[in-house]
């Protein structure tokens, strides 16, 4: 069974500050994505990680992925307020979209 | 932007009685995805369908549950006879292809709040 771990769960950090959110999955798989969540909202996709490697960026977030870690990283660079919501790391292990498999997300709090 | 709808919002229901959830994934999409979110945990997948069957269901989906694509436009979830333990938020999903070698993503509506007493 695929197993997705995310950490940390909670994290609160200051404005300005840097810090990575790990995500490590436990099958093989080359396809991985993040989302965010703000409360009582849905989810919103962020990125979309497809081969070992991979980085994207938009705006201060920044996500990799190294598939053969099964490992992906998504890193905050100058925490903004803005930021605040829960980011999820979802896996797909069949390699089209059947299902996702998500992390049990991070919780990001950034304080002013 | 197009995107994914559902509707009601909000379903408060009594245990045993049954309920729809109501789906429209974006126009050209192909696959479509039910997934629950239990208050303040993870986002579970529920069941995948395309081309009017079910491709994919998980051990939470049982006899209870059913999904259907009655018109061009809808996609619903129907709980038979809802228990405490469904209170969840359900979102439905929709891609467009799932070529694993486009950027696709599922595109999630913006959830049903059930609440099962």
């Known amino acids: 069974e695929l197993k997705v771990e995310q950490n940390p769960l909670f994290l609160s950090m200051q404005e300005g500050k840097n810090y990575t959110i790990y995500c490590n999955y436990s099958t093989t798989s080359d396809r991985l994505y993040w989302y965010r969540q703000d409360p009582g909202k849905s989810l919103e996709s962020l990125f979309v990680?497809?081969?070992?490697?991979a980085v994207k960026q938009e705006g201060r977030l920044m996500a990799s992925l190294d598939t053969k870690a099964r490992l992906s990283t998504l890193h905050i660079t100058a925490a903004v307020h803005d930021l605040s919501a829960t980011y999820f790391c979802?896996?797909?292990?069949?390699?089209?979209?059947?299902?996702?498999?998500f992390g049990k997300g991070t919780k990001l709090t950034v304080n002013p | 932007e197009p995107e994914v709808t559902q509707t009601p919002s909000h379903q408060v229901t009594q245990m045993g009685q049954e309920v729809i959830l109501r789906c429209v994934p974006i126009s050209n999409h192909l696959y479509f995805y039910w997934y629950r979110q239990i208050l303040g945990q993870k986002v579970e997948f529920l069941v995948s369908?395309?081309?009017?069957?079910?491709?994919?269901k998980s051990e939470i989906f049982d006899d209870q549950f059913s999904v259907e694509r009655p018109d061009g436009s809808n996609f619903t979830l129907k709980i038979r006879s809802t228990k405490l333990e469904d209170s969840a938020m359900y979102f439905c999903a929709s891609i467009r292809d799932r070529n694993p070698t486009y950027q696709e993503t599922q595109y999630f509506g913006p959830g049903t709040r059930l609440l099962v007493l």
């Open positions: 990680l497809l081969s070992n490697g």
């Open positions: 979802a896996v797909d292990i069949q390699g089209g979209s059947e299902k996702l498999v």
């Open positions: 369908f395309y081309n009017n069957e079910i491709s994919e």
